[in-house]
């Protein structure tokens, strides 16, 4: 899958002039090739050692490094399997600067299978737990190490998620709304070049892209692809997407050649955001359940699916769209309960199509 276009440097960002870091970072300082290490946390009950894995590719030139973490969200397994063979594809001799990649960055959720750190106190959710605290809870013991020896030492930054164990269904990048107008350009150029159908401007307060973007100055996006357990077609169309993406990615920071030209993209943000949540639980039978589906505009009214009850067989509410957008997230059928974001659009009214 390498890249065969002629090489297009109009969208390479160079590296920025970031803060110096707090703590040293032995992996920065290694020759070509390739690197793998746990970075120690602390001990679990089990008798076992909590460590965030580092996979390191270094390039026979010099150039800036990209930090990739991906499983901050115990159930979100698609982009790491992406990023597992993508790391096998990149050449060292031909790499400028160095990808970091944290594979795993909440391993006892993961372990779990589940969003978020099975731990009894405190906030769970490692995506709202940074810079972290070596004295917090696991959570933020995990998200300090993370920011300390991988945040503080990279040049741009990847949060990578896919939708979790609910058959759900993503196409976007998200780029931090609150990072300064400057590096919310570069994010925004991150997450363009990505190549998914939207990218959106979200609140990341708390997250790995908040920090790096708000403390260190320096661009990041979040891809948001695919889902988990969703069926061998669905998985190959967001494995190839992610693994494209990663490329393209890769291709706009300057680290290989090719070509990283965006794609017509549709940009929303959180005013044109309207989740669809159903008021009842019972068995979603969801119309939009292909790749496909993400992306399209739909008229006000259309059905996009319907809720029915497990018990009396009655259908308790249909759930169609409020107004003319695009689906930028979907889900397929299945169980949920009440309150559970079903659907998502983007309000065509407010949505900017950027060609
Ligand atoms: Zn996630």
Redesign the pocket.
């Known amino acids: 899958m390498a890249p065969t276009t002629t090489p297009t440097r109009a969208h390479t960002q160079t590296a920025p002039a970031a803060e110096a870091p707090m703590t040293a970072a032995p992996w920065r300082d290694e020759p070509e090739g390739r690197s793998f290490r746990r970075l120690p946390v602390t001990t679990l009950l089990s008798g076992g050692e909590l460590s965030i894995p580092l996979h390191v590719v270094t390039g026979r030139h010099p150039g800036p490094t990209l930090g990739i973490i991906t499983n901050?969200?115990g159930d979100?397994f698609l982009p790491t399997m992406v990023i597992r063979h993508w790391l096998a594809t990149l050449d060292t001799s031909a790499l400028r600067g160095r990808v970091a990649v944290i594979s795993v960055g909440n391993p006892l959720a993961t372990a779990a299978c589940q969003r978020l750190t099975p731990e009894p106190h405190g906030r769970t959710d490692l995506?709202e737990a940074f810079p972290g605290n070596a004295r917090g809870n696991t959570t933020q013991m995990m998200a300090a190490v993370i920011t300390e020896s991988f945040l503080d030492h990279i040049d741009f930054h990847c949060d990578f998620?896919a939708g979790?164990s609910g058959g759900r269904l993503q196409g976007r990048v998200d780029y931090n709304g609150k990072a300064p107008p400057d590096i919310r350009e570069r994010c925004l150029a991150m997450a363009r070049a990505f190549g998914q159908p939207f990218v959106h401007e979200n609140d990341l307060t708390g997250t790995s892209a908040h920090y790096v973007t708000t403390k260190r100055g320096i661009p990041s996006c979040n891809p948001e692809i695919g889902g988990t357990f969703l069926g061998p077609d669905s998985t190959a169309t967001y494995f190839e997407q992610s693994f494209a993406g990663l490329t393209r990615l890769a291709t706009h920071l300057g680290l290989i050649d090719g070509d990283a030209t965006p794609p017509s993209q549709v940009r929303f943000d959180l005013a044109g955001r309207r989740e669809l949540r159903p008021r009842n639980s019972g068995y979603l039978e969801s119309l939009f359940e292909r790749p496909s589906d993400v992306g399209r505009l739909l008229p006000a009214g259309t059905l996009l699916g319907r809720v029915v009850d497990l018990y009396s067989y009655a259908v308790l509410e249909e759930i169609v769209t409020p107004f003319d957008g695009y689906l930028f997230f979907s889900r397929y059928s299945g169980t949920v309960s009440a309150g559970t974001q079903a659907f998502a659009l983007a309000e065509a009214a407010r949505a900017i199509r950027l060609d």
Request: hydrophobic content about 0%; charged content about 15%; proline content about 0%.
């Open positions: 901050q969200h979100e995506h998620h979790g």
